[in-house]
């Protein structure tokens, strides 16, 4: 609880996938709907971690119907809000393989465990605008019901990162050096080694 970030690495084959998947089910009592295991790639977005305007579908007269829509992150951080007994896990495979800078954009500072939102007080200091907060309060101020947008229906177009939700990630670290990570991302994460037996 006092460190909510973790980073396994090593070399390829020391386990760091096959005991975090048996570690989290363990955790999780099988239950799926605790944790998003996702594989980070060079072409993963902010827009498929946090939010985007992406094509939803084709009008009647055949154009492409674009919207705001969250990310797997973002509804996670939705649904860890929602259920804070709960605790809620977001595993990253391959992490050092997005650009990672993009992919966390102006939410780096909030996957602290100091600068988490704390729903049960009354004091929500930790909630940001993101790059798509003005979007969200057009629908708002448009009388738009998008509800299932916002992080926060009382505070439309910020977000937060819940108290209740670990980020793992996993790197192999013959692929790309931990170099990789800038100072600013490292700090932010407790890095265990795994190495052979």
Request: proline fraction near 3%.
């Amino acid at each position: 609880d006092e460190q909510p970030n973790v980073i396994f690495y090593g070399a390829p084959g020391t386990g760091k996938t096959y005991t975090l998947k048996n570690m989290i089910n363990l955790v999780c009592k099988g239950d799926t709907s605790l944790y998003e295991w996702v594989q980070f790639h060079p072409s993963y977005t902010y827009e498929d971690f946090i939010e985007g305007i992406k094509p939803t579908g084709i009008t009647k007269n055949g154009s492409v119907k674009l919207e705001l829509v969250n990310g797997i992150f973002k509804n996670l951080c939705k649904k860890a809000k929602k259920y804070k007994d709960n605790k809620y896990y977001f595993i990253a495979d391959e992490i050092n393989r997005a650009n990672l800078s993009a992919v966390f954009g102006e939410t780096l500072s909030l996957i602290e465990a100091d600068y988490r939102d704390d729903t049960n007080s009354k004091n929500r200091n930790n909630l940001i605008d993101t790059q798509y907060s003005q979007i969200e309060r057009a629908i708002v101020n448009g009388g738009s019901n998008k509800a299932d947008i916002y992080y926060d229906t009382d505070y439309p177009g910020k977000f937060g990162i819940p108290k209740n939700i670990y980020f793992i990630g996993i790197m192999n670290d013959v692929d790309k050096s931990i170099d990789a990570f800038d100072l600013a991302l490292r700090r932010r994460f407790k890095w265990i080694r795994k190495d052979c037996d």
